[in-house]
């Protein structure tokens, strides 16, 4: 079909016109969202409601008592009403535990009977505390994975079915995080609860693909919201530096992300939470959409005290560009290659300059391999879980 066909007939489908721009990217949709009461859940329904969709906003309003930082409140979620109205949406704000399914459930009642049915949700509560793998308590184990994987799944249980009845498809959107494609220390029940929210969606995007709702998840970097902006995430991101502050966390917390940039605003993700919830989207699924404006590459905490040290250091005169694990990676591969290419050059004419080629190959080789080790070593403490009480020693 060519552009201007397009534009003539839209699609037999049933689908808005492709072409078409004046119309908001949300109009006429209903969005449930969990942890809606500030950061992340906040932004989702105010981008949402700016592009013309009505509500259901569902928070746990009081604080879990293994995270080293204070949760929603009941006035925030009345502000994220307050603010949803103010830009044109229709907004049912209700309190509502994620670990609770039967709470979940009669919200949804409550929703279906107000606005006739749910078009998108987005599965964005969640909670952070940090420690070792061997030191974290039972305690904060559940309560993560709980509410991070598990009321993940709750929530998807409680709104679905009534998209599927209804007959009209939909976008399931979960929040998950770098976290849940690679590893990082100290977050052992966060990283494993976020690999689980990854695997859920793309059983999920199979199972539900023949009732036409798509489900992706979404995997930002750090974020600008009170999981992140807290002294306890600064001193875990800078390798334990006691009373770190927001200002020394920004330098050193760059060497997490591909960009220089210390974490991303809530925008930024929202962004990707309309495309994925509006029909600009409509064949995307089972997708894993990473931050783009701040990929972490496997670097941990220990490049970020690096980072920061240096920056605190002036004589040390090592820039962060220069000293993450992606440079190092990159000038390993131009090493091997290099060997590799004189690996593959014809031999030379005479044994004394064959033997001659042969020994600068290898050189190149024992060179481009040292390059590549120092490259493994500078990911390796991600990558196996070191904790960073033992590579603190090392930094």
Same mark, same amino acid.
């Given at each position: 079909?060519? $552009?201007?066909?397009?534009?003539?007939?839209?699609?037999?489908?049933?689908?808005?016109?492709?072409?078409?721009?004046?119309?908001?990217?949300?109009?006429?949709?209903?969005?449930?969202?969990?942890?809606?009461?500030?950061?992340?859940? #906040?932004?989702? =329904?105010?981008?949402?409601?700016? +592009?013309?969709?009505?509500?259901?906003?569902?928070?746990?309003?009081?604080?879990?008592?293994?995270?080293?930082?204070?949760?929603?409140?009941?006035?925030?979620? @009345?502000? !994220?009403?307050?603010?949803?109205?103010?830009?044109?949406?229709?907004?049912?704000?209700?309190?509502?535990?994620?670990?609770?399914?039967?709470?979940?459930?009669?919200?949804? $009642?409550?929703?279906?009977?107000?606005?006739?049915?749910?078009?998108?949700?987005?599965?964005?509560?969640?909670?952070?505390?940090?420690?070792?793998?061997?030191?974290?308590?039972?305690?904060?184990?559940?309560?993560?994975?709980?509410?991070?994987?598990?009321?993940?799944?709750?929530?998807?249980?409680?709104?679905?079915?009534?998209?599927?009845?209804?007959?009209?498809?939909?976008?399931?959107?979960?929040?998950?995080?770098?976290?849940?494609?690679?590893?990082?220390?100290?977050?052992?029940?966060?990283? @494993?609860?976020?690999?689980?929210?990854?695997?859920?969606?793309?059983?999920?995007?199979?199972?539900?693909?023949?009732?036409?709702?798509?489900?992706?998840?979404?995997?930002? @970097?750090?974020?600008?919201?009170?999981?992140?902006?807290?002294?306890?995430?600064?001193?875990?991101?800078?390798?334990?530096?006691?009373?770190?502050?927001? $200002?020394?966390?920004?330098?050193?917390?760059?060497?997490?992300?591909?960009?220089?940039?210390?974490?991303?605003?809530?925008?930024?993700? *929202?962004?990707?939470?309309?495309?994925?919830? *509006?029909?600009?989207?409509?064949?995307?699924?089972?997708?894993?959409?990473?931050?783009?404006?701040?990929?972490?590459?496997? =670097?941990?905490?220990?490049?970020?005290?690096?980072?920061?040290?240096?920056?605190? %250091?002036?004589?040390?005169?090592?820039?962060?560009? +220069?000293?993450?694990?992606? *440079?190092?990676?990159?000038?390993? #591969?131009?090493?091997?290659?290099?060997?590799?290419?004189?690996?593959? #050059?014809?031999?030379?004419?005479?044994?004394?300059?064959? !033997? !001659?080629?042969?020994?600068? =190959?290898?050189? !190149?080789?024992?060179?481009? %391999?040292?390059?590549?080790?120092?490259?493994?070593?500078?990911?390796?403490?991600?990558?196996?879980?070191?904790?960073?009480?033992?590579?603190?020693?090392?930094?």
């Amino acid at each position: 079909m060519t $552009e201007d066909t397009a534009r003539r007939r839209g699609h037999a489908d049933g689908h808005p016109d492709p072409w078409r721009t004046s119309m908001k990217r949300a109009e006429g949709k209903v969005a449930f969202i969990t942890g809606a009461a500030r950061g992340q859940g #906040r932004a989702h =329904a105010l981008r949402l409601a700016g +592009e013309g969709a009505d509500i259901i906003a569902v928070d746990l309003c009081e604080s879990v008592g293994t995270t080293p930082y204070d949760g929603a409140t009941d006035a925030d979620l @009345a502000e !994220t009403g307050k603010r949803v109205e103010e830009l044109g949406g229709r907004v049912l704000a209700r309190q509502a535990d994620v670990r609770d399914l039967g709470a979940l459930e009669r919200v949804v $009642e409550e929703g279906l009977s107000r606005f006739g049915g749910i078009d998108v949700v987005c599965a964005n509560a969640g909670i952070a505390s940090f420690g070792s793998a061997l030191e974290l308590t039972e305690q904060m184990w559940h309560d993560v994975l709980d509410i991070n994987l598990t009321g993940v799944w709750k929530t998807v249980r409680a709104t679905a079915p009534s998209m599927v009845e209804r007959g009209r498809g939909g976008s399931i959107i979960l929040t998950s995080l770098i976290a849940g494609l690679i590893g990082f220390p100290n977050l052992a029940h966060y990283t @494993a609860a976020k690999h689980g929210v990854t695997g859920l969606m793309r059983v999920l995007a199979i199972e539900l693909a023949p009732h036409h709702i798509r489900v992706n998840s979404v995997h930002p @970097a750090t974020v600008d919201t009170p999981m992140v902006v807290n002294e306890a995430s600064w001193k875990l991101f800078l390798g334990g530096i006691d009373g770190a502050t927001r $200002e020394q966390a920004a330098v050193g917390m760059k060497a997490l992300n591909a960009l220089p940039i210390p974490w991303l605003d809530v925008a930024d993700i *929202s962004n990707a939470v309309l495309y994925l919830a *509006s029909d600009k989207s409509r064949h995307v699924t089972g997708t894993t959409m990473v931050g783009r404006g701040a990929v972490s590459h496997g =670097a941990t905490a220990v490049n970020a005290r690096r980072a920061y040290t240096s920056s605190a %250091t002036p004589s040390s005169g090592v820039i962060l560009g +220069e000293r993450n694990s992606l *440079s190092a990676s990159l000038r390993a #591969r131009c090493m091997l290659a290099s060997a590799r290419a004189g690996l593959r #050059r014809p031999k030379p004419q005479g044994a004394e300059t064959a !033997t !001659t080629g042969r020994a600068s =190959a290898r050189s !190149t080789r024992r060179s481009a %391999t040292e390059a590549r080790d120092g490259c493994c070593s500078s990911i390796r403490p991600t990558m196996s879980g070191t904790s960073l009480s033992s590579s603190r020693s090392g930094s």
